[in-house]
Every structure is written in C-alpha cells, then in structure tokens.
C-alpha cells in the first residue's frame, strides 16, 4: 500500500468523484429511492441510487440533499436518534454519521456485496444484510459499526430485509425464505412459510405477531402473517395483483404496505383485511414509515416522494417535476431556457432553471432538437416531420410545412433566415425563416442524427454508421467525408472554422483541418449523445455508460477527456453552456442537471497537476499529523474510495490536525488556497 503513487491514486478519485451538477427536475432530485425512516416526528432521512442522502426537518414537507461522499447506490437507512444513523449499500458500502448527516464516515464492511438492509438494537448492536445471491450472509457489529463480522446463515438465497423484535429474537427475509434467530444473531434457522414467495421486508408489531411481504408465485403481490413468532405463516389476500415491497404498522392494528404501480395498501384489522389507497402515482413505491397513525411518507422510483396526514386517505406529491424524456436544451441568455420531450411537450425556464414549467405545442410527436436564432424566435424538429416555430419566446408554436413524415432529428440555423434540418434519408433547407423547406436528394445518403454550420456556406451533418457530410455552398451539394468509424454518430459540433468534434457509440472524433481528417481521440465504455463547447479548449459530451449518466470533459481542445458520474442513474441527451461555467444536461425521465463550476469534482480536481506537494509528518501516524507550507485556505481527507472524511478551513500557515478517529488506510490530503492546490499523502495506521 505505501507503494501507491499519488498521480495514480488521484486517477483512481477521479474516476469515482461526483461533479458539482444540481438537480433542477425532478425536484428534490431524480434517483430512486430505495428507504426511509424518521428518528423523531419531523427529522427524516432517506436514501437511494448514485449516492443520494436526504433530510426533512419539517414533516417531510420538504428535502433537501446531503453529501454522501460516494456514488454507490444505497439500499438502507437506520437512525437510533436524530444524529446517530447508518447507511449501506453496494460494494459493501457501510456509511455512519454522529451530527445528523452533516458528515459522513466510510465503515470497513470487509465485503463488496450489495448490503440491503440495516438495523439496530442498541447504541452498540447492530445487524446488517449482505445480499448474495451465492450465499446470503448477515453482517454483526458489537461496537457501533467500528468492526463487523459475518454470520454464516445457512441459506444460498439472497437476503432483503432484516428486523429485531428485542435484542436476541430477530429475522431475515429474501429470496423464497425467512430466517430467524434467538440468540443475538450466533444463529439462525429457516421458517417455514408454505408457499413459494420472494419476500422484500419484514415487520413485527410484537414480539409473536409479524408480516413479511413480497411477490409469491407466479407474481402476485402477497403478504404472510405470523402471530406465534414465525412458527407459521399464513397468506392474506390483498386484492392486488403487484409486488409488495415495504410494510408498516402504526400500531397493532393500522398497517400500511407499498408496492409495484404506486399500489398503497392499508389494513385496521391487523391485517386480516386490507384495502386500496389511492396514491397517485404509477411508480413503484419502495419504503413506507410513519411518524404517527395519521402521517406517513412512503419514497420510491425516480425520486417519488408521497406523504399523507390524513392516515392514507390522502397522498400529496412532494416530488415534482416532469417526467417525460428530454431530448434537447437550448439556452437564449442566462435565463431563459427550452427544453423539449418525447410526449410533444416543451419545457421552459425563465430564471435559469430554478422552475421549469411545462408548455404545450398543441403537437404530440415525439420531438427531437431545439434551436433558437434570437431570443424570441425558436425552432423544434421532431417525428412525423414535425417542424415548430415560435415567434414570441416560446409562447406560442405553430407547425410548419416540413414536406416529409420523416423523423427529423436535428435543426440547425447559421443566420435568422437559413436553416437547415435533418433525420432519416432527409436534408431540409429553409430561406425564409421556415415557412418553406426544401428536400435535398443528398437525403437518400443516410440516418442522420446531427447537423452543424460554422457559416452560412458551410455544414456538416453526422449519422448512422459513421457517416459526416460537408458542404461548402450552402447545402447544394454534400461531401461523404472519411470519419474512419463505422459506428453511429450523434453529434456534431465546431469551435472555429477548422476545428470539429464528432461523438457516438464510444467515440470521440477531431478534426483540424475543416474535416478532411478526422481521428479519434477517445473512446470508453459509454455512448454519446451530444457535444458542446463554451470555448475552444473546453468541451462536454453527455450520453451514458452501463451504470448510469455521464459526461465526458475537455480543458485541452479535445486532446483527452475524462469522464464523470455526475449522479443519475439516467441517460443524458443533451447538454448546453451559455458561458464558461454555467451549463445545462438534460436527458431521461425529466433529468435536468444544473452546473456553475465549471463541472469540476467535489473531490479531487484531477487538471490540477501534482506539482505543488504538502510536507506531511510523523508519516505514518496513529494520532495527529502536521501539515506544513500550507496557505491559508480549505483542507479536505479522502480516502482511496474517493469519500470525504475531513474538511475544515486553515487559517495560518501551518496546521495540526487529529487523524485519530480515521480508519486505517491510504489518504489524500488536499488544501485549496488563493493561488495554488496543494495535495499531500499519508497513511493512518
């Protein structure tokens, strides 16, 4: 370990590091919510994909987003009060805080599983689920999460859920079974259920009466009922033919249960009977708690969040947002901002992005790319040859005559009159504003997905199986230029006359010469949907990867790139920067994310070279270590993980700061001054 290179170290946080992008919709943010849990009546937190922790102090009324310090999805949530609380997660994650989530520290979990599920008997004991699906395994900690050991269970299926009913009695549900133990968690045996279910979670409201639902076979919603501690299960009939993901009871009588399909669930005879709430919502609803018998929160897929005081008999929508695909945004001036949808639909801001409202076109095809020649007159292409105008900032649209049922793709307008447009086998032409387009035959050439001029006279157009054409007048006549890729392209974009890129299916393509040569300069495991750059030396494309969004970035025209989860499970379509730092991503499911920093990590900024070090001694150390050449300014500790464990602002020059609490392991301290970044190693042992 001591052999680790710092540069390599550092390439290692780049890669794990978020970017500094915010959510703009949906609101509080749009990853799935995975569970919830309140310590007191208004303090709640809940937890979900890429990272995402959140906090309501009033009710659940409104969240607001904590920094985890990772980008590992995380599946649950457990507060002893309102500051001592544990999250976990895959890869093992275990995360802990002390002061209400303001700060977080990483736990050694001594495994890479997904852990799904995390519990507490006292301030000391507590209980974790490792879902394997080779072989389900239970995580024991006896002194408040510093070290965990694994409990042999007996089973190969995967675990869901965990719950204690006192400090030796608790259980485990998973993948067609149910686990109990009677010993503190030393052992555990399989209950018999008498039916063939997958079972998402479990909850006692006494030591002998007990649910546990799921799905049984062959895909009903089902929930069991023991009420002799899990000796034997009996099935109750819901009326619901969706899964079953979460259960709560307020009492021994009133329960809730959440589901597949916004399915709400309610029972106030102990759940012999339960009925249907209407919840409002389609999406699947994964985690359900109450504060009281009247007020519940129950949090789910893309970030839904519904809560009800009035016992489930009404649910308001705490999330908002749109939620149809987004695929293209257009910014007129740092306020006022387009972006349109899949449904027909456009959205617009006004005060950059804070709201974005939701503008009907009168037109339901699915629409494409947006573009704006001056802040009152607009363009939008879409499907069925559908072509948009719009004279007075987005206000109204009228449809113009395309001359093609096509799918147009792209629209693109080098001066107030000249445009051109493109899509499937089709090149448009327009010289009058849009009222009338022209069909070129050189349409018949391809799948096109993007077009671009850097002049009236000049263009290009990218698509299907690599092709790029260029004309040089205006449109008359195309040019079939060399891309040397045959996969799809999807846009295309210039910085000068000369100077191109071009971005795909995992490519990246430049060209110096106006498109003679292209050649590619990156490529990675992800697709690319769109390229932009506010200057000639920085760029961002945006697409996704296997896992999630991502955006590629350039500060050196192009040369390399370096790509970025920026914190949505979503795929990103479009991106758009009205100066240098502040730009628009927009993508799947409503995404729009926001950046004002230039898109740099939270963490380590990976273009700073390594050429200012800190002197960093006693190295290694138990206790304190001094920190000397440091100016004045902001110290932060990650760890190989990329997680923030320290940050605090120097106010001389030279420090001392107590290491002691860290976990042993390789660290990065990093020290933001005026003028310079300084970054210095160590190891804690």
């Given at each position: 370990?001591k ?6 170290l ?8 978020y970017s500094q ?7 509080p ?9 309140f310590?007191?009546?208004?303090i ?8 995402t ?6 009710g ?6 904590l920094?985890?310090?990772?980008i ?23 995360l ?15 495994t890479?599983d997904v ?5 507490f ?9 490792a879902?394997?699906?080779?072989s389900?395994?239970?995580?024991k ?7 965990w ?10 675990l ?6 006192d400090?030796s009695?608790?259980?485990?549900v998973?993948?067609?079974?149910i686990?109990k133990?009677?010993?503190g968690?030393t ?6 259920t ?7 979670s ?11 639902v799921g799905?049984?076979y062959?895909?009903?919603g089902?929930i ?8 034997t ?7 619901s033919?969706?899964w079953?993901?979460?259960?709560y009871f307020t009492?021994?009588s009133k329960?809730?249960a ?6 709400v669930l ?8 339960w ?11 994964l985690s359900?708690?109450?504060t009281?018998?009247?007020n519940?929160?129950?949090?789910g ?17 705490i999330?908002?947002g ?6 293209s945004v257009f ?7 387009y972006?349109v949808?899949d ?11 804070t709201?974005w ?14 573009f ?6 607009g363009y939008?292409?879409?499907d069925?040859?559908?072509?948009l ?12 005559p395309s ?5 147009i793709a792209?629209?693109h ?5 000249i445009g051109f ?5 089709t ?7 849009g ?7 050189f ?25 790029i ?13 060399p891309?040397?890729v045959?996969t ?15 971005v795909?299916d995992s490519?990246?393509?430049k060209?110096?010469d ?13 697709i690319?949907y769109?390229v ?10 945006v697409?996704s990867?296997?896992?999630s ?8 025209g ?5 790509a970025?989860?920026i914190?949505?499970?979503e795929?990103?379509?479009?991106v758009?920067?009205i ?5 628009y991503a927009v993508g799947?499911y409503g995404?729009i ?9 939270v ?5 700073k070279p390594?050429?200012?070090s ?7 150390t138990?206790?304190n ?5 440091v100016e ?13 464990f320290?940050?605090e ?9 107590d290491v002691s609490k860290l ?8 020290v933001v ?13």
């Amino acid at each position: 370990m001591k052999t680790i290179s710092l540069l390599l170290l550092l390439m290692f946080f780049s890669a794990r590091s978020y970017s500094q992008w915010t959510w703009q919709n949906p609101l509080p943010q749009g990853n799935s919510l995975y569970s919830v849990t309140f310590p007191s009546f208004n303090i709640g937190y809940s937890v979900g994909g890429n990272g995402t922790i959140l906090k309501t102090t009033d009710g659940g009324a409104s969240w607001n987003l904590l920094e985890s310090g990772t980008i590992n999805g995380l599946s649950s949530v457990y507060f002893r009060d309102d500051n001592i609380g544990y999250v976990v997660g895959a890869s093992g994650t275990i995360l802990k805080t002390t002061d209400g989530g303001t700060s977080w520290s990483s736990l050694n979990s001594g495994t890479t599983d997904v852990l799904s599920s995390v519990c507490f008997t006292d301030i000391d004991t507590g209980y974790i689920i490792a879902t394997n699906y080779s072989s389900g395994s239970i995580l024991k900690t006896i002194d408040g999460g510093t070290n965990w050991n694994a409990v042999y269970t007996g089973t190969s299926n995967g675990l869901s859920s965990v719950y204690f009913t006192d400090a030796s009695t608790g259980y485990a549900v998973g993948n067609i079974g149910i686990l109990k133990t009677t010993d503190g968690g030393t052992s555990w045996f399989s209950l018999n259920t008498g039916t063939t279910v997958w079972l998402k979670s479990v909850y006692f409201t006494d030591m002998n009466t007990g649910y546990v639902v799921g799905k049984s076979y062959p895909g009903f919603g089902c929930i069991l009922k023991t009420t002799n501690g899990g000796t034997t299960w009996n099935t109750v009939y819901t009326g619901s033919f969706y899964w079953v993901s979460s259960v709560y009871f307020t009492d021994a009588s009133k329960g809730y249960a959440a589901g597949e399909n916004g399915t709400v669930l309610k029972t106030i005879d102990g759940g012999t009977t339960w009925s249907e709430m209407a919840s409002g919502t389609t999406d699947w609803l994964l985690s359900v708690y109450f504060t009281d018998p009247d007020n519940g929160i129950i949090a789910g897929n893309f970030g839904t969040i519904i809560k009800t005081n009035t016992g489930g008999t009404n649910w308001n929508k705490i999330s908002s947002g749109a939620r149809n695909d987004l695929r293209s945004v257009f910014f007129t001036d740092a306020n006022s901002g387009y972006a349109v949808s899949d449904t027909g639909t456009i959205l617009k801001t006004t005060d950059g992005g804070t709201n974005w409202i939701v503008w009907p076109t009168g037109n339901r095809n699915f629409l494409s790319s947006v573009f704006f020649t001056d802040i009152n007159t607009g363009y939008v292409v879409g499907d069925l040859g559908t072509i948009l105008k719009t004279t007075d900032q987005g206000t109204n649209w009228s449809a113009l005559p395309s001359g093609t049922t096509k799918w147009i793709a792209s629209v693109h307008f080098p001066s107030a009159s000249i445009g051109f447009a493109v899509g499937t086998h089709t090149i448009l032409k327009t010289t009058d504003g849009g009222s009338n387009w022209t069909a070129s035959p050189f349409g018949s050439l391809g799948y096109f997905r993007s077009v671009y001029f850097t002049d009236p006279n000049t263009g290009y157009i990218a698509g299907y199986s690599g092709i790029i054409l260029k004309t040089t007048n205006g449109g008359t006549d195309w040019t079939i230029l060399p891309s040397g890729v045959t996969t799809k392209l999807t846009s295309i974009f210039f910085t000068d006359a000369n100077t191109g890129f071009a971005v795909g299916d995992s490519a990246i393509l430049k060209t110096t010469d106006g498109g003679t040569n292209w050649i590619k300069v990156s490529g990675g495991n992800y697709i690319l949907y769109s390229v932009f750059f506010p200057d000639p030396n920085t760029g961002y494309a945006v697409g996704s990867d296997l896992n999630s969004g991502t955006i590629v970035k350039t500060t050196d025209g192009g040369a390399n790139w370096t790509a970025y989860q920026i914190g949505t499970p979503e795929c990103l379509m479009s991106v758009y920067f009205i100066d240098s730092v502040t730009g628009y991503a927009v993508g799947q499911y409503g995404t729009i994310m926001k950046t004002t920093t230039v898109g740099y990590p939270v963490g380590i900024n990976e273009y700073k070279p390594m050429l200012h070090s800190l002197k960093l001694y006693p190295n290694p150390t138990c206790n304190n270590l001094v920190v000397e050449q440091v100016e004045k300014g902001t110290l932060t500790v990650f760890n190989s993980s990329g997680m923030l464990f320290l940050k605090e602002e120097t106010t001389k020059p030279g420090t001392t700061i107590d290491v002691s609490k860290l976990p042993n392991g390789l660290y990065v301290l990093k020290v933001v001054g005026e003028k310079e970044v300084k970054f210095g190693k160590f190891i804690k042992e």
